[in-house]
């Protein structure tokens, strides 16, 4: 017999080698080739095959290895799913019987280094129950119920159909407000600073202007003697960018919730306190305009599917507000309390500070609604009973309500549960109390 005939004892070695499991290390997944041992390993990378399947594989790495990982995910859970259903066993043991298949897609060429890595992965996602013990990760596959299953995919489906539809808006309003845009220029119209230049409404400061600085002392006698004159003095907080700051302390009328939800004709929409503010003292963006208008359809639609007369504005005056607006931080205004005196364009509102007397005008966005302590006087802002005073019964923190006796109005004497943001505590002066309390 010649030396490499097919019944030499080292070719039969060989075949016998070869039909068994060797080290993972030497094996091409790509190629689907094994390697005896790193000089074989060796050879093979620097062979014209591999090196092609290596320049497909560098095209899209990522989607290979995804590829890769699918695949063995599919096929290690169809051998649970086929051997141990309802089992609790070993994941070793698994992956021992489902790696006794040779040509089984290798775990090195996956996006898990290890088996631990996949059975947390397993756990994570829900297809087993995984337990970490002694000696090893115990696995026991989840049976899920199909109508469940169903289910949770309608609702997968739901949800990704409601995310297009809200890219698909919010394209349509991009497109419009750029329609309008147009159409302003055919006409002639100039067009504003802030649709001009995107930038317009930062903050710009010269090198040679000095430094921007907050007052919060009271005025001089000069001052003070001025304003004798016109009817009262009070600090004054001038700041570049921040609310505007009246020096007009003093208790709010106590007819002034009479008027709570007219028409404002003071201010107009461009100034400074108007509507067109964004924010307080400041110019309001595009996005803010859209995040505004968006927010107020979806809560008008919200209450009119309930049957609730809401509306996108709330405030009113003799209410006590907190001040949420950040830039009055330095101010020392920052999520302090203050008393509505007036409300401007619907949407703004001249908050009188309870601590130093100060007047701020700021946005209803950047104010929050105080809840007093049961027993307290409150004024209805929003809904069905839109206007309506009351006493607070109690407050129920789970659920973010309060229940509110109504003492006027058609449902005069009836208890209503309420949420927070639609009832605010009225100020003393207008009750017939006094302020603070």
């Given at each position: 017999?010649?030396?490499?005939d097919?019944?030499?004892?080292?070719?039969i070695?060989n075949?016998?080698?070869?039909?068994g499991?060797?080290?993972?290390?030497?094996?091409?997944?790509?190629?689907?080739?094994?390697?005896?041992?790193?000089?074989?390993?060796?050879?093979?990378?620097?062979?014209?095959?591999?090196?092609?399947?290596?320049?497909?594989?560098?095209?899209?790495?990522?989607?290979v290895?995804?590829g890769?990982?699918?695949?063995?995910?599919?096929?290690?859970?169809?051998?649970?799913?086929?051997?141990?259903?309802?089992?609790?066993i070993l994941?070793?043991?698994?992956?021992?019987?489902?790696?006794?298949d040779?040509?089984h897609?290798?775990?090195n060429?996956?996006?898990?280094?290890?088996?631990t890595?996949?059975?947390?992965?397993?756990g994570?996602?829900?297809?087993?129950?995984v337990?970490?013990t002694?000696?090893?990760?115990?696995?026991?596959?989840?049976?899920?119920?199909?109508?469940?299953?169903?289910?949770?995919?309608?609702?997968?489906?739901?949800?990704e159909?409601?995310?297009?539809?809200?890219?698909?808006?919010?394209?349509?309003?991009?497109?419009?407000?750029?329609?309008?845009?147009?159409?302003?220029?055919?006409?002639?119209?100039?067009?504003?600073?802030e649709?001009?230049?995107e930038?317009?409404?930062?903050?710009?400061?010269?090198?040679?202007e000095?430094?921007?600085?907050?007052?919060?002392?009271?005025?001089?006698?000069?001052?003070?003697?001025?304003?004798a004159?016109?009817?009262?003095?009070?600090?004054?907080?001038?700041?570049?960018?921040?609310?505007?700051?009246a020096?007009?302390?003093?208790?709010?009328?106590?007819?002034?919730?009479?008027?709570?939800?007219?028409?404002?004709?003071?201010?107009?929409?461009?100034g400074?306190?108007g509507?067109?503010?964004?924010?307080?003292?400041?110019?309001?963006?595009?996005?803010?305009e859209?995040?505004?208008?968006?927010?107020?359809?979806k809560?008008?639609?919200?209450a009119?599917?309930?049957?609730?007369?809401?509306?996108?504005?709330?405030?009113?005056?003799?209410?006590?507000?907190?001040?949420?607006?950040?830039?009055?931080?330095e101010?020392?205004?920052?999520?302090?309390?203050?008393?509505?005196?007036?409300?401007?364009?619907?949407?703004?509102?001249?908050?009188?500070?309870l601590?130093?007397?100060?007047?701020?005008?700021v946005?209803?966005?950047?104010?929050?609604?105080?809840?007093?302590s049961?027993?307290?006087?409150?004024?209805?802002?929003?809904?069905?009973?839109?206007?309506?005073?009351?006493?607070?019964?109690?407050?129920?923190?789970?659920?973010?309500?309060?229940?509110?006796?109504l003492?006027?109005?058609?449902?005069?004497?009836k208890?209503?549960?309420?949420?927070?943001?639609?009832?605010?505590?009225?100020?003393?002066?207008?009750?017939?109390?006094?302020?603070g309390?």
């Amino acid at each position: 017999m010649g030396k490499n005939d097919f019944l030499t004892p080292k070719a039969i070695a060989n075949r016998i080698k070869s039909k068994g499991l060797q080290k993972l290390r030497w094996y091409c997944q790509l190629c689907q080739k094994q390697c005896r041992d790193e000089n074989g390993f060796k050879c093979h990378q620097t062979s014209e095959g591999h090196r092609r399947q290596m320049e497909l594989f560098g095209m899209n790495a990522n989607r290979v290895v995804e590829g890769y990982s699918e695949e063995f995910e599919r096929e290690f859970m169809d051998h649970l799913k086929r051997a141990h259903p309802f089992s609790r066993i070993l994941a070793k043991n698994v992956y021992n019987e489902y790696i006794t298949d040779r040509h089984h897609v290798h775990m090195n060429s996956t996006r898990w280094l290890t088996l631990t890595e996949f059975v947390k992965y397993l756990g994570k996602t829900g297809q087993c129950k995984v337990e970490e013990t002694e000696k090893g990760w115990y696995i026991t596959l989840i049976h899920k119920d199909p109508q469940t299953q169903l289910a949770d995919d309608r609702r997968n489906k739901r949800s990704e159909m409601e995310r297009e539809e809200e890219e698909r808006h919010m394209a349509a309003l991009h497109e419009q407000i750029e329609r309008a845009k147009r159409a302003r220029l055919e006409k002639g119209e100039p067009l504003s600073e802030e649709e001009e230049d995107e930038g317009a409404h930062e903050l710009q400061r010269d090198e040679d202007e000095a430094p921007i600085t907050i007052s919060l002392t009271a005025p001089g006698p000069a001052a003070a003697a001025g304003a004798a004159g016109g009817g009262g003095s009070g600090p004054s907080v001038p700041a570049p960018g921040l609310a505007r700051v009246a020096a007009r302390p003093g208790p709010v009328a106590a007819a002034a919730a009479a008027s709570v939800f007219g028409d404002d004709d003071d201010g107009e929409p461009g100034g400074p306190g108007g509507r067109g503010a964004g924010g307080p003292g400041g110019k309001r963006s595009k996005l803010d305009e859209l995040m505004q208008s968006e927010l107020r359809a979806k809560s008008n639609a919200a209450a009119s599917a309930s049957g609730a007369k809401r509306l996108d504005y709330w405030l009113a005056p003799g209410i006590v507000v907190k001040v949420m607006a950040k830039e009055l931080r330095e101010a020392g205004l920052y999520k302090q309390k203050g008393v509505v005196e007036r409300v401007v364009d619907r949407y703004v509102g001249e908050v009188s500070m309870l601590e130093d007397g100060a007047v701020v005008r700021v946005d209803q966005a950047q104010l929050e609604t105080v809840i007093p302590s049961p027993g307290g006087a409150v004024l209805v802002l929003n809904g069905a009973h839109r206007g309506c005073r009351g006493t607070l019964v109690s407050i129920d923190t789970a659920k973010y309500q309060a229940e509110v006796k109504l003492s006027d109005g058609p449902s005069r004497g009836k208890e209503v549960w309420l949420e927070y943001e639609d009832v605010s505590k009225l100020d003393g002066a207008a009750t017939g109390g006094k302020r603070g309390q």
